[in-house]
């Protein structure tokens, strides 16, 4: 998952005929979120903390308009009037703010390849937050899953000597956006356009706080930046759309197989596009994640057909 808040997935079997277009549906929102890098890299020359303030701002209008054709305004003003679900938003919108600014800083900072770990460790973070908050119970196989990420994550630690602070600060504050998000009523698109109403406040104060400091970027030069930072709306809201119909449609197996496609392609762009280093420590690390995700996942389906039975 890419960086991006997506709405909880439904458990619900998909009806008949609805798996093509879902798979479409899915697979287009999983392949915009791994090549989201591309864009932070166009617009590499703006400061980070501007960048967030475009995207919370543009987001806010684009999902405010998506809510105003299909008739569910409504329902951003009923979140905002449920107290206990605003509390809850509340803190899933220090999060998300909190993930979007680092996932940034990863791309213009040459640290995608650590970004696109963080996203294929979320699974397996998502598992222990549920065994530590909601107390579930881990089967064997996801308790090895868990094992072999972590003995991923130290190795990569002591190989190259630092602590890969990026992919744990991407995969635990989403592992906690996700874990929060199941408490609350909203679907994505409606709790997304809470949280950047929320913060909307903010990001339009510190572009305007740089205005007067003479470092804002937007408006500047050709236009070129202006309009990059302007699509930074259709960046955010539009895959997230296109993965609520997705989800809509397909089994919770089908749709987890495919969340990998997003961290996959950052993984690639990080090392053959942008040519960030991949030493061994690296390949033993992912080597090891991987493996722990092959065995997630072959648990995972296995529950779901004994479920079926």
Do not use: C
């Amino acid at each position: 998952m890419s960086e991006e808040s997506r709405p909880a997935v439904p458990s619900v079997p998909a009806a008949p005929g609805q798996s093509r277009p879902g798979v479409a549906f899915a697979l287009a929102a999983f392949t915009a979120w791994g090549f989201i890098p591309l864009y932070f890299k166009a617009v590499a020359v703006v400061p980070p903390l501007e960048v967030l303030a475009h995207r919370v701002l543009w987001s806010l209008v684009l999902l405010l308009l998506i809510q105003l054709v299909r008739g569910r305004l409504g329902r951003v003003g009923a979140a905002l009037r449920h107290g206990r679900t605003l509390a809850v938003l509340a803190v899933t919108t220090v999060l998300v703010a909190g993930n979007w600014l680092v996932f940034i800083w990863s791309v213009t900072n040459a640290h995608l390849l650590e970004a696109s770990l963080g996203y294929f460790i979320n699974p397996l973070v998502s598992v222990l937050l549920g065994f530590v908050f909601l107390r579930e119970r881990l089967r064997p196989g996801q308790l090895l899953a868990v094992g072999l990420a972590m003995v991923g994550v130290l190795w990569l630690a002591v190989g190259t000597g630092t602590l890969p602070w990026v992919a744990l600060f991407l995969a635990g504050s989403f592992g906690l956006y996700g874990l929060l998000r199941k408490l609350t009523r909203p679907d994505g698109v409606t709790g997304l356009a809470v949280e950047t109403l929320l913060l909307a406040p903010v990001a339009l104060g510190w572009l305007v706080l740089s205005g007067r400091r003479g470092v804002l970027v937007f408006g500047q030069g050709d236009g070129t930046l202006t309009w990059l930072l302007v699509a930074a709306g259709v960046v955010t809201a539009l895959p997230l759309v296109w993965f609520a119909e997705g989800a809509r449609r397909l089994r919770l197996a089908t749709l987890g197989f495919l969340q990998y496609v997003a961290p996959s392609l950052q993984f690639l762009l990080a090392v053959v596009a942008f040519g960030e280093p991949f030493s061994r420590d690296h390949a033993v690390s992912f080597g090891l994640i991987w493996t722990a995700l092959a065995i997630y996942s072959v648990d995972t389906a296995r529950s779901l057909k004994r479920r079926k039975r």
